[in-house]
């Protein structure tokens, strides 16, 4: 059974870089077939997609997050990560990591989650 | 890219049918058969429900089902049951800068 799991602190200061890690277990991140991804939901509020990323590198980011977003991946750690830089109370959320199917364009795995509060 | 609109709220009783719609444009909902529906519970992550406008994953009951029209897509839940009350959330594939659009969420409450 697939599972991923997010780590990285659970608290960053204002106009520093949010860096989380995702681990994927049960499968392989090397799949021609998969995107792998970051979604993010302020407490209380709805989903926002912020990024993909593709096991040999390609990136897809949110237009409104682009110019901030850096999402990488590690083949050999079976991980990938995101780094949101110059972050703000708005950044507070809940971020998930997801699979992302690439021939039906939807989310089949998600994590649990990984609450992100932004304060001094 | 403007979030999809949803109703906020939807209620039934166990037993009934509710619908859902999820309204997007041309450039999103109306231009791919790429929508999805994720049911959340409370401290929960998401869970995939519909694929595809109105593919269901393995192990999503038959009681959920989704269909399109123009730009509105729709999720129908029928034979409501206790553990369906959860905020679902519809999300559409938008173009390559744009992977996925999200729903503005509605909250289903079953009386």
């Known amino acids: 059974q697939l599972q991923l799991q997010e780590s990285g602190p659970g608290l960053v200061k204002p106009s520093e870089t949010l860096s989380l890690t995702c681990t994927v277990s049960?499968?392989?991140?090397?799949?021609?077939?998969?995107?792998w991804g970051w979604i993010r939901q302020p407490p209380g509020k709805g989903l926002e997609w912020i990024g993909n990323i593709y096991y040999r590198g390609s990136t897809y980011y949110n237009p409104s997050l682009k110019s901030r977003v850096t999402i990488s991946v590690d083949t050999s750690k079976n991980q990938f990560s995101l780094n949101l830089s110059s972050v703000t109370a708005a950044d507070t959320a809940v971020y998930y990591c997801a699979r992302r199917l690439m021939e039906m364009s939807t989310n089949d795995y998600w994590g649990q989650g990984t609450l992100v509060t932004v304060s001094s | 890219q403007s979030a999809l609109t949803q109703p906020p709220s939807a209620s039934g009783s166990p037993g009934q049918s509710v619908t859902i719609s999820c309204t997007g444009t041309s450039s999103d909902v109306g231009g791919y058969n790429y929508v999805s529906w994720y049911q959340q519970h409370p401290g929960k992550a998401p869970k995939l429900m519909i694929y595809e406008v109105s593919k269901r994953p393995s192990g999503v009951p038959d009681r959920f089902s989704g269909s399109k029209s123009g730009n509105t897509a729709s999720l129908t839940v029928s034979g409501l049951q206790a553990e369906d009350e959860a905020d679902y959330y519809c999300s559409s594939y938008a173009g390559s800068n744009n992977f996925d659009v999200f729903g503005t969420g509605t909250k289903v409450t079953v009386l």
């Open positions: 049960g499968g392989s991140i090397n799949s021609s077939s998969y995107y």
